[in-house]
């Protein structure tokens, strides 16, 4: 790809992070202020890092994260899968804008 829309309005908060959550993975919140990996359905945001029991989460702006299945550019329902990918799918996820899809590398980029 020849732009990249990295830093684009990243909105990151931090969150007590439950047993099992690591960078680059989908998680929602699960408590007051905890958040926990999420396997499918929607997610609240991608963690950025974990450190001291404590996550850093992307809410909003531009990520890049590990996807399985086919999915489209333009705006697109995404859920949480298993191994920390996000999948399409129309019953269960959400809408996001889908900026990029490298089906080699497995990744998907999109507009939290």
């Known amino acids: 790809m020849n732009v990249s829309f990295n830093g684009y309005d990243e909105g990151v908060m931090t969150f007590e992070a439950e047993s099992g959550v690591t960078a680059g993975v989908p998680v929602s ?3 007051n ?7 499918s359905g929607s997610f609240c945001g ?3 890092s974990v450190r001291n029991g404590y996550a ?9 994260v590990p ?6 550019v333009g705006y697109t329902k995404l ?18 804008l889908v900026v990029d899809v490298d089906s080699t590398a497995n990744t ?3 507009i939290l």
């Not at 202020?33 to 396997?39: A, D, E, M, N, P």
């Open 33 to 39: 202020g905890k958040v926990s990996v999420v396997t």
């Open 56 to 64: 850093a989460v992307q809410l909003k702006g531009y990520v890049v």
């Open 29 to 31: 919140i699960t408590a």
């Open 46 to 48: 991608i963690c950025t």
């Open 108 to 110: 998907v980029g999109f």
């Open 79 to 96: 859920a949480a899968a298993t191994g920390g990918k996000v999948k399409a799918d129309a019953t269960n996820g959400r809408e996001y």
């Open 67 to 72: 996807s399985t299945g086919s999915i489209s």
